[in-house]
């Protein structure tokens, strides 16, 4: 017999089920108490389209939910205390709202901590990696080599320019882009590579370099995932031509909305502060227009810039710098949380041998911004989505990083990628999920997750 278990008898109105399939009182609802039982005597499958998610796990597990509260664990989240708002409401109180002296404040500290000359803040990760193209002198014709498997703005920064993303397929345990692959697709029109430290795991960068310099090509990391993380003890920021981060409240810290580019090249660090302000210059011994920079008297005229690209405005506000300030004095207590989170799960699921948990390479220290475990369908019942589904229905906030970029269907339909181009990539893709993990996670989250995890698959694997 299969039973539905619910506080709420309204909670069976989609079953379709008659009142007369409803068991009160009886063994099970004695043991469940004040629990309303349904037993499911003829299931059609349309029964069952109709649940909802909730009850489909209740109804396939056969237990109460793992998560009792009624939201759900997200798979991240920000953690701003009283003392990052008070240094906003400090800055939003200076004279200063937006261009103001917190920015270069902010960008001196992140650049700082990452052992680099130069940071230029601007208004998101997508903004930074656009503005690194920029910089790199993508343009139209010239072919930049990625990852599939990473946010689709990796790719996308390219083609803002002109350019052409070329993907190069995963190393099956890091999922961080292959540099053999990598090698394979260089031409004579590739300009840069943008390796993704995916998951916040460095990828292999000395070899990255290595094909870099042989083809004399330049590298933009795109370190969104990475902020906290070392490659052969050296923080991930200083070891790329140009390195992008991003501030979107699920990373490692947050201003709400911002991103940047470190940079040890000063002709990159005047390039991308150009960009991120319309492609404007104000200063003088860069005009191109001397008379119409120059009064009568040979002086500069107090007014004048000249805009010499086409730049946008990436500006980002003083007062989330503020913010950004403030957060940077944790982020070495935040990623050692995600650490120890990362360290627990791994204990927690090496016993779990239909779920492969992930990998941390010798010579680095991930900073983990996600947590992916991937699914053995061979050892289960069911698929990855039957799982992700019923964990959701734990109100455990699981999530997918990420849809192999080229299977989106603007680069099908511009480029003609196809299903198989990647076969890493979709591999991954079609076992992974996305696990809760971000600083203010309790201790009691993680141990609803890890029991969500054994008890969903505990109930669907194969010899069970
Ligand atoms: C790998 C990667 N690159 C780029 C971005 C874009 O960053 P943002 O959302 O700040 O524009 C993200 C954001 O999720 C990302 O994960």
Not at 39 to 47: E, S, Y
Not at 185 to 214: M, N, Q
Not at 426 to 449: C, G, H, Q, S, W
Request: hydrophobic share 40%; with cysteine; proline share 4%.
């Amino acid at each position: 017999m299969i039973c539905l278990i619910s506080d709420r008898e309204t909670d069976f109105r989609f079953t379709g089920l008659k009142k007369s399939s409803l068991i009160k009182p009886n063994k099970i609802a004695t043991i469940i108490k004040s629990r309303v039982v349904y037993r499911l005597g003829n299931l059609t499958p349309g029964l069952l389209d109709n649940l909802d998610a909730s009850l489909l796990a209740l109804l396939r597990v056969g237990g109460r939910r793992i998560e009792k509260e009624s939201i759900l664990i997200p798979y991240g989240r920000q953690w701003i205390d009283d003392r990052d708002i008070l240094e906003v409401v400090r800055a939003l109180s200076s004279d200063w709202i937006t261009q103001g002296p917190k920015i270069e404040e902010y960008e001196k500290k992140v650049s700082g901590y990452c052992g680099v000359k130069y940071g230029v803040a601007v208004s998101s990760g997508t903004a930074a990696l656009h503005a690194a193209c920029f910089a790199a002198g993508i343009k139209p014709g010239d072919e930049v080599i990625t990852s599939p498997i990473t946010f689709v703005a990796s790719a996308n920064s390219v083609l803002y320019q002109g350019g052409r993303p070329v993907f190069a397929d995963i190393q099956p345990d890091t999922m961080n882009i292959d540099p053999i692959e990598i090698e394979k697709k260089v031409t004579s029109k590739t300009k840069a590579i943008i390796p993704v430290d995916f998951a916040g795991h460095p990828c292999d960068l000395d070899e990255i370099k290595a094909i870099a310099k042989r083809h004399n090509l330049i590298v933009i990391e795109d370190a969104c995932h990475a902020l906290g993380a070392e490659y052969k003890g050296k923080k991930v920021g200083s070891l790329s031509d140009m390195t992008i981060f991003s501030f979107h409240p699920v990373k490692h810290i947050t201003t709400g909305e911002d991103g940047m580019v470190l940079t040890n090249s000063k002709g990159f660090y005047e390039k991308l502060k150009i960009f991120r302000h319309h492609g404007i210059t104000k200063d003088p011994a860069d005009f191109i227009n001397k008379d119409l920079a120059l009064n009568h008297n040979s002086k500069v005229n107090p007014w004048f810039y000249e805009m010499q690209h086409l730049g946008y405005n990436y500006r980002i506000t003083d007062f989330q710098c503020a913010l950004g300030l403030s957060q940077m004095e944790k982020l070495d207590s935040f990623v050692q949380r995600r650490r120890e989170i990362a360290a627990r799960y791994n204990e927690a699921f090496a016993e779990v041998k239909e779920i492969i948990t992930p990998i941390e390479g010798n010579n680095v220290k991930a900073a983990y911004h996600i947590y992916v475990i991937q699914i053995r369908e061979d050892m289960l019942k069911i698929g990855r989505n039957e799982i992700f589904k019923t964990l959701r229905a734990e109100n455990i906030g699981v999530n997918v990083h990420y849809i192999p970029v080229h299977l989106q269907p603007y680069y099908q339909k511009k480029f003609g990628y196809k299903k198989d181009d990647y076969p890493i990539s979709e591999k991954y893709y079609e076992r992974a999920i996305t696990l809760p993990i971000f600083p203010k996670m309790r201790n009691e989250d993680v141990e609803n997750v890890i029991k969500a995890i054994v008890k969903v698959i505990g109930c669907y694997r194969r010899n069970s």
